[in-house]
């Protein structure tokens, strides 16, 4: 019973880890090369990689992107 809930705590421990630096963000831009460069602007901020997740171009950009340490 003890290994059990050794077990639960470790594994409720490295949820917590990894989602506690995953964190994402949306910018609007004119065109899609501003936009990548406001998302990787914010990264640096935080001193974090990022991956961009979606794009939707109409009048104006709108993309989202993930953000991890």
Do not use: P, W
Not at 6 to 20: C, D, I, K, Q, R
Request: charge should be positive; avoid cysteine.
């Amino acid at each position: 019973m003890k290994n059990i809930k050794t077990l639960v705590a470790v594994a409720a421990l490295s949820l917590m880890s990894a989602g506690a630096f995953a964190q994402s963000i949306s910018v609007t831009s004119s065109t899609i090369d501003s936009a990548e460069a406001k998302i990787a602007a914010k990264a640096a901020e935080q001193g974090a990689n990022y991956s961009i997740t979606s794009a939707i171009v109409n009048n104006r950009v709108h993309m989202t992107a993930n953000l991890s340490k």
